[in-house]
C-alpha cells in the first residue's frame, strides 16, 4: 500500500495541519518524469559518436593528380533560419501564456520537450541565443564582421520577452534548459552560501566569452557547450567526459550549467528583475504549507522574513556602509590585475601565439617549423607585419584585461552588497533573477490543485498576477 505524504488542508488557513491524508496528484507525473530522463540519458550515451584520432587506412598518393580550382560553396539556404526564428517567436509567447497566465506545469514540460527536439537535435542547436552573445560583440569591435539579422533577433527576442514576462524563454524554449530539467531525477538543495558563491562563474564566464570575443581570440562558449555535442551526435572524448559529467551532475543539482555556468543567463536575471509580469505565489491563498520550497530544486523561493533586532539592523548598516566603501577599491584593484594577467590572456589569441612562434624560430631559441609557420611564410607577408599586429593585440588584451577585471571587481563587491541588504517580505516569494519560471511551485502548491480541481477553466484568469 502506498505511503500518502501528509499536506496542509486549504481551508484550513494558518490552523495547522489538516487530519484527513490524501496526496497530491503528482506521483504518477513524477514516475513519467522519472522514466522519460532515464531514457533520455541512455539515447544521448548511444546516439554519440567519438571520432577516431588515429589513422585506419594510408593515405592516398595524389603525387601526379592535378588538382581541380577550388570554388566557393553555395550559400546555405536562409528558409531554416527563418523557420528557427519563428519557432522561436511561437514558442516565446506560448512559453509565457503557460507560465503566467495558464500556470500550467504540464504544458510546459510538454514545450520543453518540443523545442529541444527542433533546436536541439534537428537544428543541431543552431542558431543558439546563447552563442549569439560572442557573435554581437565580435559585430561591435569588429567593423569587418556581418552580423545576421536572424542571430541578433536570437539573442534579442529573448531579453525583450524576459523583461515583460520573466525567464519563460528558460523555462521551455531552451534546448539546454529543457535536457537539464529532463535528466533533475532527484534534485539536492544547495547550500544558500554555496549557491551564491558558485553564481559568481557565470559573471565571469560571461566576461571572458565577451574578451575573447571582442579581441577576436575564440567563440569560449560554443567551444565549452556541454550539450552541443550530443545535439549533433558527434565529439571527441575529452568533451564526452565533460557533457556526461554535467548530465550526471544534473541529476543531482537542478539546472547546473543555467545556474553556474550560462552567459545569457547573467543577462535573463537583470532583465527578469524588472520584468513587468512575472511568475508570482498569490498571497490571497498561500496556506504557508512550504511546499514550494521544497519541490523548487533552483532555491528560487524567498521565505517570509522576520523581525531584526534593533542590535543586528545597526551592525548591518555598519557592514552595508563598509562594502559600500569597499566596492571601489575592489574595482580598481581588479583593473590591475587583469591589466597583468594580459600576456597570458594574448598567448591565447592565434596570431600572437604565431608571432612568439616563428620569432623563435628565427633566432633559433626552437628547432623545426609548424604548419601554421609553415603556412604563414608561403602567404609571403613580411614578419614586421606580424609582430606589428601582435603588439596591436596585446596592448589591446591590456585594455580589456584591465576592463575585464574592474568588471569582476564590481560583481564581487555588486554580490556581497545584494546579499547584505535585508528585505522584508511577509509571504512567499520567487526570486525574480533565480527562477526559471519552470512551473514546479504550480503543481505541488495545494492551493493550486484545489483551484484547477474546483473551476479549471477560470483558474488562468484568477491566478493572473497584478502588474508589479
Known amino acids: 500500500m502506498k505511503r500518502l505524504r501528509r499536506v496542509p488542508c486549504p481551508r484550513l488557513r494558518g490552523h495547522g495541519k489538516c487530519r484527513k491524508r490524501r496526496s497530491l496528484p503528482t506521483r504518477a507525473w513524477a514516475g513519467h518524469r522519472i522514466g522519460v530522463g532515464i531514457l533520455f540519458i541512455v539515447f544521448l550515451c548511444i546516439s554519440c559518436r567519438i571520432s577516431p584520432a588515429a589513422e585506419r587506412f594510408p593515405p592516398p598518393d595524389f603525387t601526379d593528380h592535378q588538382l581541380p580550382a577550388t570554388q566557393a560553396p553555395a550559400a546555405p539556404s536562409p528558409v531554416y533560419e527563418y523557420a528557427d526564428l519563428a519557432f522561436l517567436i511561437a514558442a516565446l509567447g ?40 560572442q557573435n554581437v560583440t565580435l559585430a561591435a569591435f569588429n567593423s569587418t564582421y556581418v552580423l545576421p539579422l536572424t542571430v541578433a533577433a536570437f539573442l534579442a527576442l529573448p531579453l525583450i520577452v524576459t523583461l515583460f514576462f520573466g525567464r519563460t524563454f528558460c523555462a521551455a524554449v531552451c534546448p ?6 529532463l535528466v533533475a531525477l532527484k534534485p539536492l538543495r544547495v547550500p544558500p552560501w554555496l549557491d551564491q558563491a558558485l553564481g559568481l562563474l557565470a559573471y565571469v564566464y560571461l566576461g ?26 558527434s ?15 544534473g541529476i543531482f543539482i537542478g539546472r547546473p550549467y543555467c545556474r553556474y555556468l550560462c552567459p545569457l543567463g547573467v543577462l535573463l536575471g537583470w532583465f527578469s528583475r524588472i520584468s513587468q509580469w512575472h511568475v508570482k505565489i498569490p498571497p490571497d491563498r498561500c496556506i504557508q504549507c512550504r511546499l514550494c520550497e521544497e519541490a523548487c530544486p533552483y532555491g528560487a ?34 583593473f590591475g590585475l587583469g591589466w597583468m594577467l594580459r600576456q597570458p590572456l594574448a598567448r591565447l589569441n592565434p596570431t600572437v601565439r604565431l608571432a612568439e612562434r616563428f620569432y623563435q624560430e628565427q633566432t633559433g631559441r626552437v628547432q623545426g617549423t609548424t604548419g601554421a609557420t609553415d603556412a604563414f611564410r608561403n602567404t609571403g607577408r613580411p614578419a614586421d607585419a606580424l ?36 528585505r522584508r517580505r511577509t509571504d512567499y516569494q520567487p526570486d525574480r533573477a533565480a527562477c526559471v519560471s519552470c512551473g514546479r511551485c504550480f503543481w505541488y502548491c495545494p492551493a493550486e490543485q484545489a483551484l484547477w480541481k474546483n473551476n479549471p477553466a477560470a483558474c488562468g484568469l484568477a491566478t493572473m498576477p497584478e502588474k508589479t
Do not use: N
Not at 208 to 233: E, H, K, Q
Open 176 to 181: 539546454l534548459g529543457a535536457v537539464q530539467e
Open 301 to 334: 523561493i524567498r521565505t517570509p522574513t522576520t523581525v531584526q533586532p534593533p542590535a543586528d539592523h545597526r551592525r548591518g548598516r555598519r557592514r552595508l556602509a563598509l562594502l559600500i566603501v569597499l566596492l571601489p577599491i575592489l574595482i580598481v584593484l581588479g
Open 235 to 249: 565529439m571527441g572524448a575529452d568533451m564526452l567526459v565533460f557533457s556526461l559529467s554535467f548530465l550526471v551532475l
Open 94 to 133: 506560448l512559453a509565457s501564456y503557460l507560465a503566467v497566465r495558464r500556470r500550467s506545469r504540464r504544458g510546459l514540460f510538454v514545450l520543453g520537450i518540443v523545442s529541444l527536439a527542433w533546436l536541439g537535435f534537428w537544428r543541431e542547436g543552431c542558431i543558439c541565443p546563447i552563442g549569439a552573445i
Open 208 to 233: 571572458l566569452a565577451v574578451l575573447f570575443s571582442a579581441t577576436g581570440t575564440a567563440f569560449l562558449i560554443c567551444r565549452y557547450d556541454p550539450f552541443v555535442g550530443f545535439f549533433r551526435r
Open 387 to 422: 609582430y606589428a599586429e601582435a603588439r596591436s593585440l596585446l596592448g589591446s588584451f591590456g585594455l580589456a584585461g584591465g576592463l575585464f577585471g574592474a568588471y569582476v571587481g564590481l560583481v564581487v563587491g555588486g554580490k556581497l552588497i545584494y546579499l547584505s541588504v535585508r
